[in-house]
């Protein structure tokens, strides 16, 4: 089952903040983030592990809530090249299985 | 150093007609996937292989067949192309293990007339 993400769409202005979640209704061993702007493939941005910390670098962090299956993906002081497609993929399975959630559509406008 | 790989980027066929699409990494990488990315449905995984020789169906495999014999390559073939098929590929690696990520391929077009 895919992952829920929320919200499925926001537009920001220059130097606001953002948090996108995903949601599992399985347990999770970890949750992956990927950005992918139009037209090109998704690119990673960080992996958080069970047992894992809170993760980030530049202006852009998450966490992962094992006991609700839950990561959360912070964007501080955004900035234009992070407009794009937002991704959280799940990892509760062997065979290293991914399972995708349907995207946020991030827009950061001047 | 090259990466991974997806030929041809951009595919027209017809409906009925047998369709490869290649993907190749330098990496050497045990896993490798394939993808499919429709609006509204994200990221679907077709296949996957977790090595030479093994592979195993993902969420939505009917029509496609896939093999590997070699650990750098991973093709995905369309054996009776439909419209429905009509969609943007990707082809993924992985070393494996929890601590390691995804790398995709740049992604193959393509449109099923």
């Known amino acids: 089952q895919q992952p829920v993400q929320s919200p499925q769409a926001v537009i920001l202005r220059e130097g606001e903040d953002a948090v996108i979640n995903c949601s599992s209704s399985?347990?999770?061993?970890?949750v992956h983030w990927y950005r992918q702007k139009h037209g090109e493939a998704p690119v990673f941005l960080m992996i958080?592990?069970?047992?894992?910390e809170q993760k980030g670098h530049d202006k852009i962090s998450a966490s992962f809530n094992e006991k609700k299956q839950q990561s959360s993906l912070y964007l501080t002081a955004s900035q234009l090249s992070y407009s794009g497609t937002y991704f959280c993929?799940?990892?509760?399975?062997?065979?290293?299985?991914?399972?995708f959630g349907t995207g946020t559509k991030l827009q950061v406008i001047p | 150093d090259a990466g991974i790989t997806q030929s041809p980027r951009y595919k027209i066929t017809e409906t009925g007609r047998q369709v490869t699409l290649m993907c190749h990494q330098t990496?050497?990488?045990?896993?490798m996937f394939w993808y499919r990315q429709d609006l509204g449905h994200g990221l679907r995984l077709i296949y996957y292989?977790?090595?030479?020789?093994?592979?195993d169906k993902g969420e939505v495999p009917d029509g496609y067949v896939v093999s590997r014999s070699k650990t750098e390559n991973f093709p995905l073939t369309l054996e009776s192309a439909t419209r429905s098929q009509t969609s943007v590929y990707f082809c993924?690696?992985?070393?494996?293990?929890?601590?390691?990520?995804?790398?995709f391929g740049p992604g193959t077009r393509l449109l099923v007339l």
């Open positions: 993924a690696s992985t070393a494996g293990g929890l601590g390691e990520t995804q790398y």
């Open positions: 292989s977790a090595a030479a020789d093994i592979t």
């Open positions: 993929g799940t990892l509760s399975g062997g065979y290293q299985k991914v399972t």
């Open positions: 958080l592990l069970k047992g894992g």
């Open positions: 990496w050497s990488h045990s896993y």
């Open positions: 399985k347990a999770l061993y970890s």
